[in-house]
Nanobody
């Protein structure tokens, strides 16, 4: 069982930066692939970025490549999403998720076992 709690979401101006954090409970955190997803009003929840259990392999959606960076600290049971050059279209609730079945399929929402409650990011123009 893994419990995930996101933090760091707030209102920010376009072009600004924000760092989201996800704190995980459980001694097996280092065995999970971790992902970030987001959901804007009226839209489906979409993949943002994922990182494998070791923290070596990452994968990001095209819409955020070059702007967002995912990282993790297994000693602290923490995964972060550094977001730079934010755009109004990045406005959404951002969710942290944990996946037990390896890195393959990490962009697929349905492959994740645990989800956090989400944190709101609003980017003003």
């Amino acid at each position: 069982q893994v419990q995930l709690v996101e933090s760091g979401g707030r209102l920010v101006q376009a072009g600004g930066s924000l760092r989201l954090s996800c704190a995980a409970s459980g001694r097996t955190f280092s065995s999970y692939t971790m992902g970030w997803f987001r959901q804007a009003p009226g839209k489906e929840r979409e993949f943002v970025a994922a990182i494998d259990a070791s923290g070596i392999i990452t994968y990001s959606a095209e819409s955020v490549k070059g702007r967002f960076t995912i990282s993790r600290d297994n000693a602290r049971n923490m995964v972060t999403l550094q977001m730079n050059s934010l755009k109004p279209e990045d406005t959404a609730v951002y969710y942290c998720a944990a996946k037990s079945s390896g890195f393959r399929g990490s962009a697929l929402r349905g492959s994740y076992d645990y989800w956090g409650q989400g944190t709101q990011v609003t980017v003003s123009s």
